[in-house]
């Protein structure tokens, strides 16, 4: 549940990185064409993309750590005990030639 959290509040950051280097590059790109360019405005363009790679970079993590962590919890009977038939599996099958994960239970 954390990681969707943060995998939601990275995606939302990164959008809004996104929005301003598109805002800011416009702004720069008029006043490049006007020949009047700020380089306050190129800075602040510099800061938001390396600010948009920084929280792509985090969410790229975050999914290869979720990815890599994957597993499938225990079957436990009300005593907290593994019962003696139980399948518990999580295993990684290819179809298509993608990787899929098949999760069984019972």
Not at 47 to 61: C, E, Q, R, S, Y
Not at 64 to 91: K, M, R, Y
């Amino acid at each position: 549940m954390v990681q969707a959290l943060l995998f939601v509040l990275l995606a939302v950051i990164a959008a809004l990185a996104l929005l301003g280097v598109l805002i800011l590059g416009t702004v720069y790109l008029v006043g490049v064409m006007r020949k009047t360019p700020n380089p306050k405005w190129l800075r602040g363009l510099k800061k938001a993309g390396a600010f948009l790679g920084a929280a792509v970079v985090l969410n790229l993590g975050l999914v290869a750590f979720s990815q890599i962590t994957a597993s499938t919890p225990g079957i436990l009977d009300t005593n907290g005990n593994t019962p003696e038939n139980s399948i518990v599996e999580l295993t990684e099958i290819e179809l298509n030639g993608r990787k899929q994960w098949i999760s069984v239970r019972g």
